[in-house]
């Protein structure tokens, strides 16, 4: 089986980040985990992480508990029938169609030259990775691979743990960034990744 490296962002939520870290060592099978505790923007410091030898990358946070038994290897041996792609669990607000956190082909990241998009500094970036993966057909969601998202916008956090992550100011700072991109620069890009897999 192919490796998967999993990139964590992590704040100031301990009991959160131990609930994750705890569930994904007793989950994955073919997963390594890097946590990412320095300040500065997410995107960055995700953007800076090395992925050399790794066939997948994903990028999950502290506020996910991995429930399913073997998820990597379910959402990586779909990619893997298919060829290329991101495929992505249940992360239980009923969205089938945004990959909060997920399994990507190294050849995307490998194509962009970035994971996250860069300009975001914490939002918007699963909505990235859903237009480039609705756009090339290669959007995998996995009903039954259990991720949930412990945020509380679906109440189960205390929203003072989000002050600065899902401030206003980031919200529209965020989506400005998202919107350009989709006007003007995400053709581009994936036309990148058409070429880097050779479609």
């Known amino acids: 089986m192919n490796k998967n490296l999993v990139i964590c962002p992590t704040y100031n939520r301990p009991e959160q980040f131990l609930k994750m870290v705890s569930s994904f060592y007793s989950t994955s ?3 390594d985990l890097i ?3 320095e300040k500065g923007s997410i995107t960055k410091l995700i953007n800076s992480v090395p992925y050399n030898g790794y066939k997948y990358i994903g ?3 502290d506020d996910f508990v991995y429930h399913t038994l073997g998820w990597d290897k379910i959402l990586i041996e779909t990619i893997e029938r298919k060829g290329y792609g ?3 669990g249940n992360d239980g607000t009923n969205n089938k169609h945004l990959p909060s956190t997920c399994v990507m082909s190294i ?3 490998q194509a962009l030259g970035w994971i996250q998009l860069p300009g975001l500094t914490h939002l918007c970036g699963d909505m990235v990775w859903q237009v480039i993966g609705k756009t090339l057909n290669c959007l995998y969601y996995h009903h039954d691979v259990k991720i949930e998202h412990l945020h509380f916008l679906f109440g189960k956090a205390e929203k ?3 002050e600065t992550s899902n401030s206003k100011e ?6 400005n960034i998202f919107q350009q991109w989709l006007l003007n620069d995400s053709g581009k890009d994936i036309e990148r990744i058409r070429k880097r ?3």
């Open 29 to 31: 099978t073919c997963s």
């Open 35 to 37: 946590v990412l505790t």
């Open 59 to 61: 990028v999950t946070n």
């Open 86 to 88: 991101i495929s992505f």
């Open 107 to 109: 050849e995307i990241p």
């Open 160 to 162: 003072s743990d989000y």
């Open 170 to 175: 980031m919200y529209v700072n965020d989506n």
């Open 197 to 199: 897999l050779d479609l």
